[in-house]
């Protein structure tokens, strides 16, 4: 499944894909031949399943090559940045996004994608800059709204943070992701009582959510509720074992510091 959120915190599972848009449309189109088409689309179905198995090294060369025959599709230019963000390599990932919007400025998902990567060099204020102007192309876009929840977490504005995934999840109420990080941000404001319930109703529709789960198991330790704890522990690490390792869940999941000092309570305790 390819998918065009980006969270922008969960390495491969996060990455923001965008299909190229169907005919190859090119701002500036030049004579290009069926053979040229045809090879095109072999290639970027190359890339996606590359994408798709995670190999996105590979991913990258046929993006390149695919940009050798469309260099004006930012869909492409774009696309390879994703490529890029998954490899960590944020500043040519970023010179990607930045081709992308020169070519087509309205085009919202460079803007989501360019953000993705800024957070991820801790360009707090910079991110939100980008899903703001994605949010005056299109105002009814829940992952602009969750992304700028992130940014916000990671400048320590928590109740912004909480503001931004509200609106995401009006919007989107199935959006998943934007519901754990509100939880995850009611945590850290330190209402518990709101982020454990948040994060059972959760549970309770997504019962396959590792992220949540985890989350809820070192809420609960930390309330007292020592068995429900463990029972979802056992869930998490048949799910994701990384939320086991606590630099992940710091730096590259970015959960808020005390669910993240709750979690390193419940690793060191159970």
Same mark, same amino acid.
């Given at each position: 499944?390819?998918?065009?959120?980006?969270?922008? &915190?969960?390495? !491969?599972?996060? &990455?923001?894909?965008?299909? !190229?848009?169907?005919?190859?449309?090119?701002?500036?189109?030049?004579?290009?031949?069926?053979? @040229?088409?045809?090879?095109?689309?072999?290639?970027?179905?190359?890339?996606?399943?590359?994408?798709?198995?995670?190999?996105?090294?590979?991913?990258?060369?046929?993006?390149?090559?695919?940009?050798?025959?469309?260099?004006?599709?930012?869909?492409?230019?774009?696309?390879?940045?994703?490529?890029?963000?998954?490899?960590?390599?944020?500043?040519?990932?970023? /010179?990607?996004?930045?081709?992308?919007?020169?070519?087509?400025?309205?085009?919202?998902? =460079?803007?989501?994608?360019?953000?993705?990567?800024?957070?991820?060099?801790?360009?707090?204020?910079?991110? *939100?800059?980008?899903? @703001?102007?994605?949010?005056? *192309?299109?105002?009814?876009?829940?992952?602009? #709204?969750?992304?700028?929840?992130? =940014?916000?977490?990671?400048?320590?504005?928590?109740?912004?943070?909480?503001? %931004?995934?509200?609106?995401?999840?009006? !919007? /989107?109420?199935?959006?998943?992701?934007?519901?754990? %990080?509100?939880?995850?941000?009611?945590?850290?404001?330190? +209402?518990?009582?709101?982020?454990?319930?948040?994060?059972? %109703?959760?549970?309770?529709?997504?019962?396959?959510?590792?992220?949540?789960?985890? /989350?809820?198991? =070192?809420?609960?330790?930390?309330?007292?509720?020592?068995? +429900?704890?463990?029972?979802?522990?056992?869930?998490?690490?048949?799910?994701?074992?990384? #939320?086991?390792?606590?630099?992940?869940?710091?730096?590259?999941?970015?959960?808020?510091?005390?669910?993240?000092?709750?979690?390193?309570?419940?690793?060191?305790?159970?």
């Amino acid at each position: 499944m390819v998918w065009r959120w980006l969270v922008g &915190i969960l390495a !491969i599972v996060l &990455i923001v894909l965008t299909p !190229i848009s169907p005919g190859w449309a090119q701002p500036a189109p030049t004579t290009v031949t069926d053979a @040229q088409f045809e090879l095109g689309d072999k290639l970027r179905t190359q890339a996606f399943t590359a994408t798709n198995e995670g190999n996105f090294a590979l991913a990258e060369r046929y993006w390149t090559q695919l940009l050798d025959l469309f260099p004006q599709n930012p869909a492409i230019w774009s696309n390879r940045g994703n490529s890029r963000v998954s490899q960590n390599k944020l500043p040519e990932a970023i /010179a990607d996004f930045d081709k992308s919007i020169d070519l087509l400025p309205g085009y919202p998902d =460079a803007y989501l994608n360019r953000g993705t990567a800024l957070e991820g060099l801790g360009k707090w204020q910079e991110a *939100i800059a980008d899903y @703001q102007q994605l949010l005056s *192309i299109d105002p009814q876009d829940a992952m602009a #709204y969750n992304n700028l929840g992130n =940014a916000y977490g990671g400048l320590g504005e928590w109740q912004m943070a909480i503001d %931004n995934y509200l609106k995401a999840s009006a !919007i /989107a109420p199935d959006f998943a992701f934007a519901r754990a %990080n509100y939880a995850l941000a009611l945590y850290q404001q330190g +209402e518990t009582a709101d982020a454990i319930r948040n994060m059972k %109703n959760i549970v309770r529709k997504y019962r396959d959510f590792p992220d949540v789960r985890a /989350a809820l198991s =070192a809420a609960l330790w930390q309330d007292g509720q020592r068995g +429900e704890a463990e029972s979802n522990w056992v869930a998490v690490i048949g799910l994701d074992s990384r #939320y086991k390792d606590l630099d992940w869940v710091k730096n590259t999941r970015r959960w808020p510091p005390n669910m993240v000092s709750a979690l390193e309570k419940f690793l060191k305790l159970q």
